[in-house]
């Protein structure tokens, strides 16, 4: 078919009912509300918001103060005294997105090509389980961890009844962790640390991962390897210089996904970070709390974190434009 | 009875109280014609338990039904009555609300009405503090109290006499578990143990040198809870050895076999209360204070004490309550919150309660 003849008769449906004409204007006009109801209006009342006033005793009132987002960047005594608690919140909010989906990246990467290597059957039995994982909710994941890493029923145990723990006691390296916060007088213990908070937010895109860097993945053509093999590259340098730099763009785009997806990643942190490790996400969350009702410094919390959000992803887009151009 | 306590399922109650609120305006004009009274209290657990062993006896003394109606919490249903009192609609003819958000709602003024407290004559049988005094008169009726307590794993180490037994490092190293949030009680605690209580938390420099005592109990602490079913978990299964948490649920707890054993100290735990309060515009004033004077009496109060665990706002003596049933739900001395300082002091408490956790 031409393009001609698309026109004509996209023209000839056109004249023939302006009922279709109707149901589509009404489609489009339903899809418009709902798209401004339920996705611009509350993202513009997050913004309004954030320029509000708390009133202490009481909640917050309308009105226009820049004071939240002096108060993200100094705290709220200044001049008298300046606090950076709500940067260095933003900074664990960065330090644990960037850290685990780079892990989980990382990980998943030498899986999934495994995974292109088997037979189309066994790999589709393997992307239906991964897709099936997906539907397991940071809450459900969390509570599992939880309970692998806890002192009866978890790794502890493990380490108390195989002797471990006795034996680290023995050559002198408990002092070390529990120095680390890895352990108090009885026993090892890994929560609540970074180490079980990475491992969780990991956990949690890991299956992202697989799945966005499977089509990439599948899509490489094995004879480019092979012939560079056949030219005697080592298989490191078939990897280096070959496999790699053809999946850098898929390898890139997946790590700022699952980066900003973590960006807001609250069970995971709120239960098992230290509280000197705490993130923007959770802080949001006390503060609109009811037994806090300070939504304008919540909000403010929220717009800078979508911000930076924002920065981080442009940034990562002229990389894609640059390695593209390349 | 079961662990599944009412905090926790205050959460669950919260999305279906807006159904319960539909649903209750619909059913009105059908009773009309009968006594009735709309009730809040908070979803699940504790609701059930009002609709089930409290609201019937009142039914049949007074011959006043009761509608009730699911309330989030309090602080968040303070939100929902902020918005519906002005628009003329009234979800309830009492609420139950903390004495925080009691005192909130009596200064945004216009959400609570007054009380002719000589119709609730039993009143008297509560202690004063329990009758709150808004700038609008009378303005709230203690309906029940709850205490927040010392809890210690006993296979592990003895029971402290004193909360300062928690900053000792050679027995609670990374061991307890208390909560997060600046108003739940840790800050009153540490005032009362090391400095003069209330009187401490009302300057910015008293609150200060609390947060410095607080600072050095850090190393000790292996879980900041924020939701009560961590602290649950991390008693059960052994992660944490000691804290702060619910009276009532601590010793469901222990009757269920596990290793946890709440006890007072001598200086006492944290006891905090909710109260029944009159909506501002209800035409139920009459049945109203009826229900408050049912409530106030001790028999009911020690019904509530037996079948939700709430603590007695009345005497021990003027109830039968058994020393058993007393013990599981109460005790002495009690400490109790600086409401004041939470609420005129609530952002600088809470940004200088947060930067104490968050440095390394």
């Known amino acids: 078919m031409t393009i001609a003849d698309d026109i004509g008769m996209r023209a000839d449906r056109g004249l023939d009912s302006s009922k279709g004409i109707n149901a589509k204007a009404v489609l489009y006009g339903v899809l418009t509300t709902i798209m401004v109801v339920f996705c611009i209006l509350p993202f513009i009342l997050v913004i309004v918001i954030s320029f509000g006033q708390k009133v202490d005793g009481a909640g917050w009132v309308w009105a226009f103060t820049l004071a939240n987002y002096q108060r993200f960047f100094v705290g709220l005594l200044w001049p008298d005294e300046v606090t950076f608690l709500y940067l260095q919140q933003l900074g664990y909010s960065f330090y644990f997105a960037i850290i685990a989906s780079v892990l989980a990246v990382l990980t998943a990467l030498p899986f999934t090509l495994l995974l292109t290597r088997l037979r189309r059957s066994t790999q589709a039995v393997w992307l239906v389980f991964i897709l099936a994982s997906l539907s397991m909710s940071e809450v459900f994941i969390v509570m599992g961890w939880d309970i692998l890493l806890s002192n009866n029923s978890g790794l502890p145990k493990l380490f108390e009844v195989t002797g471990l723990t006795q034996w680290l006691k023995d050559v002198g390296w408990f002092q070390t962790l529990r120095d680390m916060g890895l352990a108090n007088p009885r026993n090892v213990k890994f929560k609540p640390s970074s180490f079980a908070t990475i491992l969780t937010m990991s956990y949690l895109v890991w299956p992202y991962a697989v799945i966005l860097l499977y089509p990439a993945l599948s899509r490489l053509d094995p004879s480019l390897s092979e012939a560079a093999r056949t030219m005697g590259a080592s298989r490191w340098t078939v990897t280096r210089t070959v496999t790699l730099p053809s999946i850098r763009l898929p390898l890139l785009g997946t790590t700022l996904l699952l980066f900003v997806f973590l960006l807001g990643s609250y069970v995971s942190v709120s239960v098992f970070a230290t509280p000197d490790k705490q993130t923007t996400a959770v802080a949001i969350y006390s503060n609109i709390r009811g037994s806090n009702m300070d939504a304008p410094f919540g909000s403010a919390q929220a717009v800078i974190l979508l911000i930076s959000a924002s920065i981080c992803l442009y940034f990562g887009h002229l990389l894609n434009n640059k390695a593209e151009a390349r | 009875m079961t662990t599944f306590n009412r905090r926790t399922l205050l959460k669950t109650g919260a999305s279906i109280g807006g159904l319960a609120v539909a649903g209750a305006a619909l059913g009105t004009p059908l009773i009309a014609q009968s006594r009735s009274l709309k009730v809040g209290s908070y979803g699940g657990y504790f609701e059930n338990s009002f609709k089930e ?301 947060d930067k104490m956790l968050a440095e390394s």
Not at chain 2, 81 to 102: E, K, N
Not at chain 2, 283 to 301: L, R, V
Not at chain 2, 315 to 322: G, N, P, Q, R, S
Request: hydrophobic share 40%.
């Open chain 2, 53 to 353: 062993f409290v609201y019937p006896e009142f039914t049949a003394a007074t011959g006043i039904t009761v509608e009730s109606v699911t309330q989030p919490n309090s602080a968040d249903w303070l939100v929902t009555m902020q918005q519906a009192v002005p628009a003329g609609s009234i979800p309830t003819d009492i609420s139950l609300y903390g004495r925080d958000s009691m005192i909130k709602a009596s200064r945004i003024g216009g959400l609570i009405a007054p009380l002719n407290i000589s119709a609730i004559p039993k009143a008297e049988n509560l202690d004063g503090y329990f009758v709150f005094d808004g700038p609008e008169g009378p303005q709230g009726v203690g309906a029940m109290s709850w205490f927040s307590a010392m809890v210690v794993n006993p296979n592990q180490v003895d029971i402290p006499a004193s909360w300062a037994d928690f900053w000792d490092t050679d027995k609670f190293e990374a061991s307890l578990g208390l909560s997060n949030v600046h108003s739940n009680g840790l800050l009153d605690i540490t005032a009362a143990t090391f400095f003069d209580g209330e009187e401490t938390m009302m300057s910015n420099e008293g609150i200060l040198a609390i947060l410095d005592k607080v600072r050095e109990l850090k190393p000790n602490v292996t879980l900041w809870w924020n939701a009560e079913s961590q602290m649950e978990q991390g008693m059960k299964n052994g992660d944490v050895i000691g804290g702060q948490y619910y009276l009532d649920v601590a010793n469901l707890m222990a009757a269920d076999g596990f290793p946890i054993k709440a006890t007072f100290p001598k200086e006492g735990n944290l006891q905090d209360y909710g109260s029944w309060c009159l909506t501002a515009g209800s035409e139920k004033s009459a049945e109203a204070a009826e229900f408050m004077n049912y409530s106030s009496d001790p028999a009911t109060q020690a019904l509530m004490s037996r079948k939700i665990g709430t603590a007695p706002l009345v005497d021990k003596a003027m109830t039968d309550l058994t020393d058993d049933e007393f013990n599981f739900v109460s005790g002495s001395p009690s400490i109790k919150p600086a409401y004041e300082a939470y609420l005129d002091n609530e952002t600088f408490i809470k940004e200088s309660w």
